[in-house]
């Protein structure tokens, strides 16, 4: 859904280092998230927010920051990458009219932590 | 015990074949459930909202029981492309978190 934009795309790098993952997107949508997806685990929320400056922690935030400045940007932060947070990572927006809003993800973030 | 769970598979099923996947959830407070459809390697992609009173889609149909408190999915008529991992997605009243089924893994053989 090119709607929703992550970059990069694909990331490895070293224990320890810090990492921004930027997601931004065109939907006009208020409400965004990030997951972390891991083999026999499912999608994870991380952090998510429902408009700009609002952020709110989900079930596995440990480790991870983010940053809500514009509506069409969430950026999540890993301070200091350690290699059980290599996994699959997406952002995801929805509307918020109407509780029965699905939501929209962007193509993903494959991060290695080496 | 996981709040939504699937059976993961993987379902092997001849093209054209009729098959169906359930999913149940342990959280009597979940309201909205949705199917996604994710492709290897892909980002899930919302293949349909389930309402109480059931609906379809083309060859899709999805069902949801609350007295049992499950939900399921029915392909009909299918495709090589219906080839994918299927997520059941349950979401509470008032609560932004959705909760996401590790997948069943569906490949449709020609």
């Known amino acids: 859904d090119a709607d929703v934009t992550q970059t990069p795309r694909n990331r490895i790098t070293k224990t320890g280092k810090r990492i921004m993952l930027e997601c931004s997107q065109t939907k006009g949508h208020d409400r965004m998230y990030w997951y972390r997806q891991d083999p026999g685990l499912g999608l994870r929320l991380i952090y998510y927010?429902?408009?700009?400056?609002?952020?709110n922690k989900g079930e596995i935030s440990d480790g991870y920051s983010v940053s809500r400045q514009a509506q069409a940007k969430f950026s999540l932060s890993l301070e200091s990458a350690i290699p059980n947070q290599t996994a699959l990572y997406f952002c995801?927006?929805?509307?918020?009219?109407?509780?029965?809003?699905?939501?929209?993800f962007g193509d993903g973030t494959r991060l290695s932590i080496l | 015990r996981k709040e939504v769970e699937q059976d993961p598979g993987p379902f092997n099923v001849p093209e054209g074949a009729t098959v169906a996947f359930n999913c149940t959830y342990s959280n009597s407070a979940s309201q909205s459930f949705f199917w996604y459809r994710q492709d290897c390697r892909k980002e899930p992609k919302l293949l349909m909202s389930v309402y109480s009173s059931g609906n379809e889609d083309g060859r899709f149909t999805a069902q949801l029981n609350r007295a049992s408190q499950y939900i399921s999915l029915l392909i009909r008529d299918s495709k090589l492309s219906d080839s994918a991992t299927y997520l059941c997605v349950g979401r509470n009243f008032g609560n932004e978190k959705l909760t996401f089924g590790t997948g069943t893994r569906l490949t449709i053989i020609p």
């Open positions: 995801a927006t929805s509307a918020s009219i109407g509780s029965n809003q699905p939501q929209h």
């Open positions: 927010s429902f408009d700009v400056k609002d952020i």
